[in-house]
């Protein structure tokens, strides 16, 4: 069951372009394309007609021919032409979702379109921000989505999937701390002397540091990891400041989309230092992608589970989520009487 009424991200705006574009979200064929007036259009990708997707039609100026019987609808997903009779049906339409881009992002809203809220879009202004450099990537995974969340929520995992890119012992037998409100759920860990990841020594040219990572959680899929670095035990030099953003979004009950930032507020005019980083922080998240996607094939609902005291963040993010889904049922239900 999906969280309807919330902003998801669809695909990056570089994606999309004057140009059929199909993406599954929430278990529904969307097709997206950018109409000539530079705005992002969002249907549902099924014709009105015999639901043959519209992505394999053509574009005719801002409208979509659909590629079977050649009916034709515009932005708003009205049918504005049908080659074989002059009435146009009035339940000749199909589904639109209201579309806003922010921040090199293309966010859909798929629920009930009295609900929705700009304001309610999330804040990753930091992946577009001229103060900071990096890169957005994007990566398909062959897993429940609040597997890829609980995966960001216990990075103790690190010393052990990621050995070669940001791995850290220290990371795995340091303590969290952990608070949360009805809105977020935030974990954190700070190191002293630890040596450094192969990823922030390429970045940051220390051998050992000193580190506070602090995690980030908020409905639906959205992490961000703020990670500060600094010379060990108080020694002179600069802090090194990271931020690595997540947002999944589903795709099915069983795969979702990821989009993944790498951002840093030093040496901002090196690219090459840019594109290195890019590679290494994909490099990282394939090695999530193997481990979540074999966890989704071997998961079984009645298997039995021993908890840890590292899972507790996930679980009061599992529990928010719930709550969404709950509050969703139960208007649906009173909705429905």
Partial sequence: MF????WYVAALSAEITHALFARTLLGDPVVLFRRSDGEVTALDDRCAHRQVPLSMGRLKGDEIECGYHGLRFDGTGQCVHIPSQATIPTRACVKHYPARERHGFVWLWMGDPALLDEAAIPDHSIC???????????????????????????????????????GSDAIATTPPVF??????????????????????????QLEFIDRTQEMVFWPVGNVRIETIARPPGGAQGPAFRLYTTTIFTPETEKSCHAFLGLHRDFLIDNAELTEMAGKQIYSTIQEDK?????????????????????????????????????AEQRVDVAQAK
């Fill in 3 to 6: 969280i309807r009424n919330a």
């Fill in 128 to 166: 577009a921000s001229p103060e900071f450099a990096g890169q957005v990537q994007y990566i398909h995974i062959g897993t429940d989505y609040r597997l890829g969340v609980d995966n960001l929520l216990d990075l103790s995992h690190i010393a052990f999937v990621h050995q070669s890119t940001i």
């Fill in 179 to 204: 608070t949360s409100n009805d809105h977020e759920v935030r974990v954190s860990r700070t190191t002293h002397g630890e040596r450094n990841s192969p990823l922030l020594h390429k970045l940051m």
């Fill in 290 to 326: 193997v481990v979540t996607e074999a966890q989704q094939n071997n998961w079984r609902d009645d298997a039995p589970i021993v908890h840890l005291v590292v899972d507790q963040p996930s679980f009061v993010a599992r529990a928010m989520l719930d709550r969404l889904v709950a």
